[in-house]
């Protein structure tokens, strides 16, 4: 019976579907390849019917040299981010707009170091990046849920625009961001946006701060420009472009200009994270509390104090940003969808660096 190990681990009496015939008529002509004088292989599509873990076991299978004296050559094409995660990324060669872009390290901005880390960290949800038209990267989970249901408000889709987005983690936004950057004279046409936080507190948030935290007062316009160029820095370049708050974080800057909505989101979140059901009721009582308090708010606060007001679980991690970001996105589209929001009126009210990167990675040629 023929495998793709040596061990004994299909049933004989298994029916084989058509994913594993075509990995053992794959098996086969490498096997028939080592007789011949050009030992070459062409593969199309080999993830077609082969369940996401064959998909692995398939690229490791091809790692492995067949014959140390009749070595194979093996190209291979794929739109599989399994695939496209497991082969070494020196390997890679991205075809876009009827063009090649080798991944090798003559041809790429990533230096050894780069490399590394990408192999262990570039995985199956962020090699979606190579196929798509444009790619927002962001720090965190809460980030990845909301900005692409403000992209739906905004009536720019990242569906409809073809990209994807990629939760770096905190760490290695530069990383990622060089596979997009070349050493030749070749343009990838693909729109790379890093959204990040400048992360420097106002100083209304002193009192739930840590003593020794600098807040806004610490920092002069000049230092604040240098500590934005610092983080720009490190990933700018053709085709990429960094866009950093201009406050806080995210969640606060949305909070500046979206006070209410921020806080409906944060009471919603605290609130079914208490109930196991929640139904209508108690849904529309919890909001109009929340606006109710806000409105107690805007009395006797400013803008700044507000939003730290409605920033502070989320700080003290008394509500999940995560969930937050859930129930903004899920409420900012009611509020489209019952015409108390357009597309052009959010746009307005956005913090301007979230909107600008909307835009650029949605942007098409010629627009």
């Known amino acids: 019976m023929l495998s793709l190990t040596d061990e004994n681990d299909l049933l004989e009496d298994t029916p084989h579907g058509l994913g594993i015939n075509n990995l053992l008529f794959m098996a086969v002509e490498l096997l028939l390849l080592q007789d011949r004088s050009l030992p070459l ?6 993830e077609a019917h082969l369940h996401p873990q064959l998909q692995m076991r398939f690229i490791e299978f091809l790692d492995r040299p067949i014959s140390e004296e009749y070595p194979v050559q093996v190209l291979m094409t794929s739109h599989s981010p399994n695939v496209a995660s497991k082969v070494d990324l020196e390997r890679l060669i991205i075809l876009h707009r009827a063009q090649t872009f080798p991944m090798s390290s003559q041809f790429t901005k990533l230096d050894k170091s780069d490399y590394r880390f990408l192999k262990h960290f570039l995985d199956v ?3 979606n990046l190579f196929f798509a038209r444009g790619v927002l990267m962001v720090e965190g989970p809460s980030e990845q849920v909301l900005l692409p249901a403000v992209a739906d408000c905004l009536d720019r889709s990242f569906s409809n625009y073809g990209v994807s987005v990629v939760n770096v983690g905190h760490v290695g936004f530069f990383r990622y961001a060089h596979i997009f950057q070349r050493t030749d004279s070749k343009t990838m046409g693909v729109q790379v946006a890093c959204v990040t936080d400048l992360d420097i507190p106002p100083d209304s948030a002193k009192s739930y701060l840590p003593s020794d935290r600098k807040t806004k007062s610490d920092f002069s316009s000049d230092q604040e420009e240098e500590q934005r ?30 006070a209410v909505d921020v806080h409906i989101a944060i009471e919603l979140a605290r609130l079914f994270s208490k109930q196991k059901e929640v139904n209508n009721a108690l849904w529309f009582e919890t909001i109009a509390s929340a606006i109710e308090q806000y409105e107690q ?33 899920s409420w900012l589209k009611i509020k489209k969808a019952i015409g108390q929001e357009t597309a052009e009126s959010l746009r307005q009210k956005l913090p301007q660096y979230i909107v600008a990167a909307i835009d650029y990675v949605t942007k098409h040629s010629g627009e």
């Open 41 to 46: 292989l062409l593969i199309e599509e080999p």
């Open 125 to 127: 949800t962020k090699s």
């Open 229 to 258: 160029s610092k983080i720009e820095s490190r990933a700018n370049g053709d085709p990429v472009k960094t866009f950093v708050s201009f406050q806080w974080t995210l969640e606060y800057d949305i909070a500046l200009t979206l």
């Open 297 to 329: 708010w805007e009395q006797d606060k400013t803008v700044d104090e507000i939003a730290s007001s409605i920033y502070k679980p989320l700080f003290k991690k008394t509500v999940s940003k995560v969930e937050t970001a859930q129930q903004l996105a």
